[in-house]
T-cell receptor, first 113, second 119 residues
Framework: DVKVTQSSRYLVKRTGEKVFLECVQD?????MFWYRQDPGLGLRLIYF???????EKGDIPEGYSVSREKKERFSLILESASTNQTSMYLC????????????FGPGTRLTVL | AQKVTQAQTEISVVEKEDVTLDCVYE???????LFWYKQPPSGELVFLIR??????QNEISGRYSWNFQKSTSSFNFTITASQVVDSAVYFC????????????????FGKGTKLSVIP
């Protein structure tokens, strides 16, 4: 079974704080993803990593950065959290090819006050 | 550009009724993959099925079935004898398979259909 875990299910932070969201997969997948999900807007890709230390911007990278130092771990960083980053954040991983299935973690519901 | 449309925003059915969730897609590629995911209230997106563009056979898995029709660019999902545990948001998604490797990442999701099964 593919297992993708996220460090927190719920997180509350204050405006201006630096926030780290962690994602770990145990299936030796090459690719990992960060999405945010908002009502009415669906899922939007923030960043994508196709290998260790490699990353690409998705559709909405502004205000976020990522880190992938090890294959199994992909971190999303909010350098200075703002209220408009209150959202559900979903991490996913897949083997390697675009045709492969993406498997998702349980999500982190982040509230920025 | 690829696009996925799930025209039904919300559906309510009574338990044991059958329900079909519609998915219409747009793509210029001849090679592509279609997916369905389920998102229960807990929030996790659960993978249900993947289908490639060269396989138009319908698929059945227990109470779930999928009808893929290239002629109408549709990949509809039917739940037979619905149960309360089927209550969730269901997402259809598309990836174009003509290119893979670094930089190839697009999985386009529809906006989702919220299914409520009433006891």
């Amino acid at each position: 079974d593919v297992k993708v875990t996220q460090s927190s299910r719920y997180l509350v932070k204050r405006t201006g704080e630096k926030v780290f969201l962690e994602c770990v997969q145990d299936m030796d997948h090459e690719n990992m993803f960060w999405y945010r999900q908002d009502p009415g807007l669906g899922l939007r890709l923030i960043y994508f990593s196709y290998d260790v230390k490699m990353k690409e911007k998705g559709d909405i990278p502004e205000g976020y950065s990522v880190s992938r130092e090890k294959k199994e771990r992909f971190s999303l960083i909010l350098e200075s959290a703002s209220t408009n980053q209150t959202s559900m954040y979903l991490c996913a991983s897949r083997v390697a090819a675009v045709t492969d299935t993406q498997y998702f973690g349980p999500g982190t519901r982040l509230t920025v006050l | 550009a690829q696009k996925v449309t799930q025209a039904q925003t919300e559906i309510s059915v009574v338990e044991k009724e059958d329900v079909t969730l519609d998915c219409v897609y747009e793509t210029r590629d001849t090679t592509y993959y279609l997916f369905w995911y389920k998102q229960p209230p807990s929030g996790e997106l659960v993978f249900l099925i993947r289908r490639n563009s060269f396989d138009e056979q319908n698929e059945i898995s227990g109470r779930y079935s999928w009808n893929f029709q290239k002629s109408t660019s549709s990949f509809n999902f039917t739940i037979t004898a619905s149960q309360v545990v089927d209550s969730a948001v269901y997402f259809c998604a598309l990836s174009e398979g003509g290119y893979s490797g670094a930089g190839s990442y697009q999985l386009t999701f529809g906006k989702g259909t919220k299914l409520s099964v009433i006891p």
